[in-house]
């Protein structure tokens, strides 16, 4: 048996992963045991999510409430916005393939550019969204230039709040990445 949240081997028995101190989900844990029996050669960084919606590369992204995220991002004073994005460009590296930087070289670009990068990764976001719709036969409409263009007066929240509506898409099975 394998823990839920962090992959690490468990005794049968157990209430509690020893590595992490998450709670053992009993089923769901010996579920994942045989999705999980070559865990050394996988990493465990966020909740297992045990869908049956997959891409190629078996991962399901992270669904995040967007209405929760903007409110962060507003109180904490776009702070969390840069938390956000980190997540999003992980979790579209990894549905779309293409991991052109890590989240947290974005987030850093981003604050030393004073913005400016941000602007380009909302482009790039929009061409993998594009890409995405592509691959489900939907039917794209230049996702990267809206992106763009409401990254450019302002609107970087609204962006990542797309972005995350694409990203439930996926985890909700309306599509396969």
């Known amino acids: ?10 005794n049968d028995g157990v209430t509690f992963c020893t590595n992490c101190g998450s709670p053992v989900g009993g089923p769901e844990n010996s579920e994942n045991q045989e999705n999980r029996s070559n865990a ?7 909740n297992v999510n045990t869908s049956t919606n997959t891409n190629a590369s078996g991962f399901v992204p992270t669904k995040r409430e ?5 409110v962060l991002s507003i109180v904490t004073c776009g702070i969390y916005a840069y938390i956000w994005m ?3 460009n992980e979790d579209m590296g990894r549905v779309s393939g293409r991991t052109e930087m890590s989240g947290g070289m974005v987030v850093l670009l981003s604050i030393v550019t004073c913005g400016i990068y941000a602007m380009i990764w909302a482009f790039q976001q929009g061409q993998k969204v594009d890409e995405l719709k592509t691959r489900n036969n939907i039917p794209s ?3 990267n230039v809206i992106y763009l263009l409401l990254a450019i007066f302002g609107l970087s929240i609204v962006v990542l709040g797309l972005e995350q509506n694409e990203l439930n898409a996926i985890a909700d099975g309306r599509y396969k990445a």
Do not use: D, R, V, W
């Open 40 to 46: 050394g050669q996988q990493t465990f960084t966020e």
């Open 141 to 143: 409409s230049n996702t």
């Open 1 to 10: 048996m394998y823990c839920k949240h962090c992959g690490q081997p468990l």
């Open 66 to 70: 967007i209405a929760i995220n903007i």
């Open 86 to 88: 980190y997540y999003i």
